[in-house]
C-alpha cells in the first residue's frame, strides 16, 4: 500500500518545534535541527544506498516549493541518475533565460489580476526577449539592445513593457545566484544612455472628441429615433463612463432612489469600486427601460457605429465614444469652477494619494452629483433632462 503524501502543512512547518525529521511523503522531510533551525530534506535510495540531499531552509522554500523539486528529483531517479549530481551539472551550466522567465512568472502569477497577464508576459518575452536557451549568465547588453533596437521607435510601449519585464527576469536571476554584475536591461544610468526616452517617440494614441460645443446638436440627434443602441449611447455620454461600463451593466448595480450607479471593482479598468451620481437626464433613460432585460445588454460596436457612420451634416464625424469623456472634461475645465480632482474622479481616474482618495470618494460625491447634473443639463433642452425627476436621497420621482 502506498504511503501518504502531502501529511504537512504550511502550518504545521512553521510550528513543529520537536527536533528530528518529520515526514510530508514522497520522500520529504521536514528537518528541525538542534538549535531549531528548520530546513527541507529529500531522503531516497539509489543503487542499494540511503540519500539525503537538501532543498534549503523553510524561510527561503515554501512546502510547495520543496514538493515541486521533490517531483523533479524523483523523476530524475526514474531516470537512473543520481539527483544530487544532477543538480550539480545543472549549477554549473546554469539556468537558460527561458528558464528563469517562467519560474519568475510562476512565482508572480498568484498576485496578478488573470491568466492573461502571466500569458502575455510569456508571449512578449518569447516573442522578443533574447533567446529562451541563451544562459542566462551570458546575457548582456548586446543582447538586450538586439531585442529593442528593431521595435524601440516603431512600437514604443511594447518594448517599454518588454525592457521592464527583461530586467525583472534578470533581477530574480541574480537573487538566485544564477548570475552576477549589473542588470544590463536596466534603464537609469545604462540603456537611457543608448535609447531615447519612451515619451519623446511614442505616438499618442487620442481617441477622436467631438467639441463639447457640438454635444447637444448631437444629442438631440440622438434623441430623433428611439433605439436600445441610441440610449445607451446618450446614457453614456451623460455618465462620462467608459462603454465597456455601461454595456455590461445590470440592474442590480443602480439605485434609482438614491440616484446611484454603484460599478463593482472587477468591472473597473483600475480595479476600484466606482459610484456614479445620476443625473435627472440619466435616470430618465433608466426609467424608460424594461427592467426585464439588462440595461444595455450590447456589443460595443453598437454605440461606436452611431458615431462612426457617414458624418451627419455639420458634426464632422467619425469620433469614438470613448472620445465624449474628453467631451465632458474639456466642457468642465472650461465652463466650471469645479476642482480638477472631481472631474478626475467623476472619470474614475486614481488619486496618487491612497488616504486622501479614500476621503474624497465620500465628501465629494455631492460635488460630483452636482458636476453632472450641469453636464446634463448642457447637453439637454431643460424638459427633456427633467421631464423624469431624479429622486435624490430624501425625494421621490414626479412622474
Known amino acids: 500500500m502506498a504511503r501518504p503524501t502531502n501529511r504537512l502543512s504550511a502550518r504545521a512547518a512553521q510550528t513543529i518545534t520537536a527536533q528530528g525529521y518529520h515526514a510530508d511523503g514522497g520522500g520529504l522531510y521536514l528537518l528541525v535541527g538542534p538549535s531549531g533551525a528548520k530546513s527541507w530534506v529529500f531522503r531516497f535510495q539509489l543503487r542499494g544506498r540511503r540519500r539525503e540531499m537538501g532543498l534549503g531552509s523553510t524561510t527561503l522554500v515554501s512546502l510547495q516549493e520543496a514538493r515541486r523539486a521533490v517531483v523533479e528529483h524523483r523523476r530524475t531517479l526514474l531516470e537512473g541518475r543520481d539527483p544530487i549530481t544532477a543538480r550539480v551539472q545543472a549549477r554549473s551550466v546554469g539556468l ?81 545566484g544564477h548570475r552576477q554584475g549589473d542588470n544590463p536591461a536596466r534603464w537609469r544610468g545604462h540603456l537611457d544612455n543608448l535609447l531615447p526616452r519612451p515619451s519623446k517617440v511614442r505616438k499618442p494614441q487620442h481617441h477622436a472628441a467631438m467639441p463639447y460645443g457640438d454635444a447637444p446638436a448631437f444629442m438631440a440627434r ?98 469614438t465614444v470613448h472620445g465624449f469623456r474628453s467631451c465632458f472634461r474639456d466642457w468642465a475645465a472650461e465652463t466650471q469652477d469645479t476642482p480638477g480632482e472631481v472631474v478626475e474622479m467623476a472619470l474614475a481616474h486614481a488619486i496618487r494619494n491612497k488616504a486622501e482618495a479614500a476621503y474624497r470618494r465620500g465628501a465629494l460625491i455631492e460635488k460630483r452629483r452636482s458636476l453632472m447634473q450641469a453636464w446634463a443639463d448642457y447637453l439637454l433642452p431643460r424638459s427633456s433632462s427633467t421631464a423624469t425627476t431624479a429622486a435624490r436621497p430624501g425625494g421621490r420621482p414626479t412622474s
Open 222 to 319: 440622438l434623441r430623433e429615433r428611439d433605439a436600445r443602441s441610441r440610449r445607451a449611447l446618450q446614457f453614456t455620454i451623460l455618465t462620462a463612463a467608459r462603454t465597456e461600463e455601461v454595456t455590461g451593466s445590470s440592474w442590480d448595480e443602480f439605485d434609482l432612489a438614491a440616484g446611484i450607479w454603484s460599478i463593482p471593482a472587477e468591472r473597473m479598468k483600475g480595479g476600484r469600486d466606482h459610484f456614479v451620481p445620476l443625473s435627472t437626464g440619466a435616470l430618465a433613460i433608466l426609467r424608460g427601460l424594461d427592467r426585464k432585460l439588462p440595461p444595455f445588454a450590447m456589443s460595443e460596436n453598437t454605440m461606436l457605429s452611431l458615431v462612426q457612420k457617414p458624418a451627419p451634416k455639420g458634426f464632422g464625424l467619425p469620433f
Open 96 to 176: 537558460s533565460f527561458g528558464e528563469c522567465a517562467d519560474a519568475l512568472i510562476e512565482s508572480q502569477k498568484a498576485g496578478w489580476k488573470n491568466d492573461a497577464q502571466a500569458e502575455q508576459w510569456t508571449q512578449s518575452l518569447r516573442d522578443h526577449g533574447p533567446a529562451r536557451d541563451m544562459p542566462v549568465a551570458d546575457v548582456d547588453t548586446t543582447h538586450v539592445m538586439a531585442c529593442l533596437r528593431q521595435i524601440w521607435t516603431t512600437k514604443t510601449e511594447t518594448a517599454s513593457r518588454l525592457r521592464a519585464r527583461i530586467e525583472r527576469v534578470l533581477d530574480w536571476a541574480k537573487v538566485h
